[in-house]
């Protein structure tokens, strides 16, 4: 009989007073092993992840950022000899009722990721209009430059294996950690699938630091984030084919 694999479910969160608890409360239903990376929180947030018995938590004293934040977990996953690590957000827009299904498509994939546009689901919100066309472009790039054939490149709804989170060198703390997480995962030549997740939006005013705030902006930060992680990998001896990426979805 097969070992039974050892699975962490880990969420970054940063002033998330108002619905810790309530996340929290729904993903300790699906998992046994569950982190919390409290990225500097001044809201109360820490307070009440103290109240909490059930869960395991990083604290950052300062505010470092979403990819610091995911790097800790990772971090964390590894050193524990974790066989992977879920991650989701805590502003309610990924449903932890998912998380088994996530592990289980982590059996034939190095990482699994959720897209909010490989399906419609009833109810699904209405994407801000200047997250999508970054979302899309940038997704677009990807597929072109990296022979991905993502459909979401940004949603923090993921499942890793260890054994991927080995292959990875992010460096990014800010929110355009997954475009080095790509060029990292096509580079390693690492198994890639894609999963729906509703289309849930509920912070509409979130903001991505300074900025980074303004689209035009943002997006041609991320731009040059993923010209210097293309850059970095080919310096390194990478090279980018379809066949090396391996990425595919699975719609159902």
Known sequence: MPKR????????????????????????????????????????TSEVLRTRSDVRVIQHAENQGYGAALRSAFAYTMQENFDGVVT???????????????????????????????????????????????????????????????????????????????ELRITDNGYAMPLQLWVEAAAAGLRVIEIPVPLIYLDLSRSFGGSLDHAETRLNYYNQVLEDAIADAEANGATFSKEKSRCGNNAS
């Open 5 to 44: 694999e050892r699975w962490l479910v880990a969420i970054p969160v940063y002033n998330e007073v108002d619905t810790v608890n309530e996340i929290l409360d729904q993903v300790t239903q699906y998992a046994s092993d569950v982190l919390v990376v409290d990225d500097g929180s001044h809201d109360g």
């Open 88 to 166: 989701l957000d805590c502003d309610g827009q990924h449903q932890p009722k998912r998380i088994p299904r996530f592990i289980e498509a982590a059996g034939a994939a190095d990482i699994v990721s959720g897209s909010r546009y490989l399906k419609q689901y009833e109810g699904d919100d209405a994407p801000p209009a200047e997250r999508m066309f970054i979302n899309r472009r940038i997704t677009g790039e990807l597929n072109q430059r990296l022979g991905l054939n993502l459909t979401d490149a940004f949603c923090g709804f993921k499942a890793y294996r260890s054994s991927a989170l080995r």
